[in-house]
């Protein structure tokens, strides 16, 4: 049996569409809002609303909402947005990076895990099949305690390193992957640690293709890519429209060099657009229509030039491989 598990229920994976594969929706993470960095707060329901339409009026048709415990998601408001737009949006359990779990627990999740005071707290005192039943539990039961279930479990690792606790909760989210059978997702931090990510899940005894690696457009290096891909992981390329990295040129050639090596049904595209001044409603940013509308017609047109075909290309990244990657298979 398979399905792709949506904030909505269960659908099949031809429904799932022309996707983004990492973005956040309605999140307020207690780590930046302590530090009053309002601008990595997206607090505003009707605002973010109003770039998911956008989105979807060019086309688009499912987001995979990448927004784990520790990064203040907003359950409801984010369900909301998916009733009230008639679009798919896949849920996220599990964890992120460490440094963000200095953070305090807001008080309605602490029934859920304990009465700890922050997300660090939690996980140091906690046990390994301890932290696994908490993700296991909001992939089949809920997330935070609502009835709208998680269609991936996520863990995270810091820059050119893991520590103890990013170890312990990437073992929680495996473990969790082997009882529900849902996909998994790693934050690397600037597309650092992947390789490192890969080997502690083998120890698990993960099969890679079932894992997608977050931000690999942050670590421009078409070789590291190749090692990657050799492992038959996902590498996601979800820093479009963020110039201030790298020029769109470059991720369009580090795409193209692994669909040259025969890797285009490993690769997903998104924006990870997580700041008020990246979206369109919040702050004038390029907001959640720019891939769709913009960032696809020039890939097209760039791979078409170099003897690809571009259309063709874009269907793999965006409909074919995210409806293979976020597929439960029981």
Same mark, same amino acid.
């Given at each position: 049996?398979?399905?792709?598990?949506?904030?909505?229920?269960?659908?099949?994976?031809?429904?799932?569409?022309?996707?983004?594969?990492?973005?956040?929706?309605?999140?307020?993470?207690?780590?930046?809002?302590?530090?009053?960095?309002?601008?990595?707060?997206?607090?505003?329901?009707?605002?973010?609303?109003?770039?998911?339409?956008?989105?979807?009026?060019?086309?688009?048709?499912?987001?995979?909402?990448?927004?784990?415990?520790?990064?203040?998601?907003?359950?409801?408001?984010?369900?909301?947005?998916?009733?009230?737009?008639?679009?798919?949006?896949?849920?996220?359990?599990?964890?992120?990076?460490?440094?963000?779990?200095?953070?305090?627990?807001?008080?309605?999740?602490?029934?859920?895990?304990?009465?700890?005071?922050? $997300?660090?707290?939690?996980?140091?005192?906690?046990?390994?099949?301890?932290?696994?039943?908490?993700?296991?539990?909001?992939?089949?039961?809920?997330?935070?305690?609502?009835?709208?279930?998680?269609?991936?479990?996520?863990?995270?690792?810091?820059?050119?390193?893991?520590?103890?606790?990013?170890?312990?909760?990437?073992?929680?989210?495996?473990?969790?992957?082997?009882?529900?059978?849902?996909?998994?997702?790693?934050?690397?931090?600037?597309?650092?640690?992947?390789?490192?990510?890969?080997?502690?899940?083998?120890?698990?005894?993960?099969?890679?293709?079932?894992?997608?690696?977050?931000?690999?457009?942050?670590?421009?290096?078409?070789?590291?890519?190749?090692?990657?891909?050799?492992?038959?992981?996902?590498?996601?390329?979800?820093?479009?429209?963020?110039?201030?990295?790298?020029?769109?040129?470059?991720?369009?050639?580090?795409?193209?060099?692994?669909?040259?090596?025969?890797?285009?049904?490993?690769?997903?595209?998104?924006?990870?657009?997580?700041?008020?001044?990246?979206?369109?409603?919040?702050? $004038?940013?390029?907001?959640?229509? $720019?891939?769709?509308?913009?960032?696809?017609?020039?890939?097209?047109?760039?791979?078409?030039?170099?003897?690809?075909?571009?259309?063709?290309?874009?269907?793999?990244?965006?409909?074919?491989?995210?409806?293979?990657?976020?597929?439960?298979?029981?």
């Amino acid at each position: 049996m398979s399905f792709i598990r949506t904030l909505r229920g269960d659908i099949q994976p031809k429904e799932l569409g022309f996707t983004y594969s990492h973005e956040h929706i309605v999140c307020r993470p207690a780590y930046w809002a302590e530090r009053d960095a309002d601008d990595l707060l997206l607090d505003d329901k009707e605002k973010s609303k109003k770039d998911v339409a956008d989105f979807k009026r060019h086309g688009g048709q499912a987001i995979v909402d990448a927004t784990a415990v520790d990064y203040g998601r907003d359950v409801q408001a984010v369900k909301e947005i998916s009733d009230e737009l008639d679009l798919h949006i896949i849920g996220t359990a599990g964890f992120n990076k460490s440094f963000l779990w200095d953070g305090k627990i807001k008080d309605e999740l602490k029934p859920l895990i304990g009465n700890y005071d922050t $997300y660090a707290e939690w996980i140091d005192q906690t046990s390994i099949n301890k932290l696994t039943e908490f993700v296991i539990r909001e992939v089949e039961e809920g997330l935070e305690g609502t009835p709208f279930k998680a269609g991936q479990v996520k863990f995270g690792t810091g820059y050119n390193r893991i520590t103890p606790l990013e170890e312990k909760t990437l073992r929680a989210v495996a473990r969790a992957h082997h009882e529900t059978k849902a996909p998994i997702h790693s934050h690397t931090e600037v597309g650092t640690m992947a390789l490192e990510q890969i080997e502690l899940l083998k120890s698990e005894n993960v099969n890679l293709e079932f894992l997608s690696l977050g931000h690999m457009d942050r670590n421009p290096d078409p070789s590291y890519h190749e090692k990657i891909a050799k492992t038959g992981a996902l590498l996601s390329f979800d820093g479009i429209a963020k110039i201030k990295y790298a020029p769109e040129s470059l991720r369009i050639e580090c795409i193209l060099h692994l669909v040259e090596k025969g890797y285009e049904n490993q690769i997903l595209i998104s924006g990870d657009t997580a700041r008020k001044s990246y979206y369109k409603h919040y702050d $004038y940013g390029l907001g959640l229509e $720019y891939i769709i509308a913009k960032w696809v017609p020039r890939f097209i047109e760039e791979a078409n030039q170099k003897g690809f075909n571009g259309e063709q290309l874009v269907h793999k990244f965006f409909v074919e491989n995210p409806a293979r990657c976020f597929t439960f298979k029981k």
